[in-house]
């Protein structure tokens, strides 16, 4: 694949959206394509999945039923932004992906890692991150602050103690492929310690360019 592909990971409100932001702009600025993206939700049929699965007024929702709507939404998400953007050769900055998936559903909700891992692939074509940037924050301090919790959100403070610990285990089983930051430290840092670990990752501009 030409392009590069960037996720940030990591519970609710610990700055991935900042850090990708700051990360698009970033890069945007030395001259490179960047597709800021996130997940789940952003394209049209995975607004409505997002729409179903996050929505408290979805009510009980069937773990598995979950997990698969968060499936359809990777494959989608794929399909339609994605893999053509790494295909031209542009920096694809994702805001979440398969690990918030393993977190969330196979730790959180506690639906067995293995099988689910081999869902999550089979919906992404096995597609893994360059790099994932895992930030990582006592889930008191992110979600807990959070003022009006959506159903994930407000899943109680077992299930995100286990989707923390989750998120820790597959950047341990994988560090060259992982970058983990203590999150709500100053942001200036963490950016530019994000930025210090994708340069190696990134062609020269005015070659995908030419
Ligand atoms: N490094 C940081 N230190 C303190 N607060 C931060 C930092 N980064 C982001 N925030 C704030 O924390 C909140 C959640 O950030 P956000 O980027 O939306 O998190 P996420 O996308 O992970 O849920 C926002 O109010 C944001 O302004
Ligand atoms: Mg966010």
Redesign the pocket.
């Known amino acids: 694949m030409a392009g590069v592909f960037i996720v940030f990971e990591?519970?609710?409100?610990?700055?991935?959206?900042?850090?990708a932001r700051l990360l698009a702009d970033w890069l945007q600025n030395q001259g490179h394509e960047v597709v800021l993206t996130f997940e789940p939700g952003d394209t049209k049929a995975g607004a409505v999945m997002r729409q179903i699965v996050l929505d408290p007024a979805t009510g009980d929702l069937s773990p598995r039923a979950e997990t698969l709507l968060y499936a359809a939404d990777k494959a989608h998400h794929l399909y339609e932004v994605v893999l053509p953007a790494l295909e031209r050769g542009a920096i694809v900055v994702c805001?979440r992906y398969v690990d918030s998936m393993l977190a969330y559903q196979g730790a959180g909700r506690q639906l067995g890692a293995d099988r689910l891992e081999a869902i999550a692939r089979w919906a992404t074509g096995d597609l893994l991150p360059d790099l994932t940037v895992l930030?990582d924050l006592d889930p008191e301090r992110?979600v807990g602050g959070i003022a009006r919790p959506d159903r994930v959100e407000g899943a109680g403070r077992e299930f995100h103690l286990r989707a923390r610990a989750e998120f820790l285990a597959l950047a341990a089983r994988d560090p060259e492929h992982y970058l983990v930051l203590p999150?709500?430290?100053?942001?200036e840092r963490?950016a530019a310690a994000v930025r210090e670990r994708v340069v190696p990752l990134l062609s020269d501009p005015a070659d995908t360019l030419a």
Request: aromatic share 0%.
């Open positions: 990591g519970g609710d409100g610990v700055g991935k959206s900042t850090q805001d930030l992110g999150a709500r430290t100053d942001r963490i």
